[in-house]
């Protein structure tokens, strides 16, 4: 079973390779894609502050960071036990068009860390959210056009995001008893 995701992974990057933007929109996306570093979030809570109250703000980003903070340690285990070696690492006509923020593949944090907090967004305040689950989706995508994760990473973040802003909720309401 993995030896085909691997091989269905390949084909995927491979095709996607050989299928490139023209320069300006490929120069567009790689900024685009930068925002998954944790640059949107600084905006998003600018953004909470123009609509919401003060209180209701800080409930919404605390929320947020639980997500986003069990998400992040999930992550950092799954990827120290798989150690999966990235695209361009293990096909040499893969090439690193956007720095990678550590070493190895799976699962993609780009998708998960900032779906982890983007689905709790969507869960608290909609319209925002769509749009904060959205852009990782779409940056996920695009860290396999720019040669840096296999599609299962990214399919596999997105779960994962998934399941740990599902995780942080119970964490929320059951363990910490908030309201």
Not at 29 to 47: E, M, P, S
Not at 52 to 57: I, R, S
Not at 89 to 112: C, N, R, W, Y
Request: glycine share 8%.
């Amino acid at each position: 079973m993995i030896a085909a995701i691997e091989s269905f992974d390949e084909k995927v990057s491979l095709y996607v390779m050989r299928h490139r933007m023209s320069p300006r929109l490929h120069k567009l996306a790689q900024w685009y894609t930068r925002l998954g570093d944790g640059y949107v979030w600084a905006l998003v809570v600018i953004a909470l502050f123009v609509r919401y109250p003060q209180a209701e703000v800080w409930y919404i980003v605390k929320r947020a960071f639980l997500s986003g903070g069990l998400s992040l340690f999930i992550y950092l285990v799954m990827k120290n036990i798989v150690q999966r070696p990235r695209p361009y690492q293990k096909l040499k006509s893969i090439l690193a068009e956007v720095p990678p923020l550590d070493e190895f593949s799976f699962p993609s944090g780009h998708t998960m860390n900032n779906l982890a907090a983007g689905f709790t967004l969507l869960s608290l305040v909609g319209d925002l959210g769509l749009v904060v689950v959205i852009m990782p989706i779409t940056w996920g995508l695009l860290r396999i056009y720019f040669g840096v994760h296999w599609l299962s990473d990214v399919l596999c973040g997105i779960a994962l995001g998934a399941i740990s802003s599902g995780l942080a909720a119970l964490i929320w309401f059951q363990v910490l008893n908030r309201s």
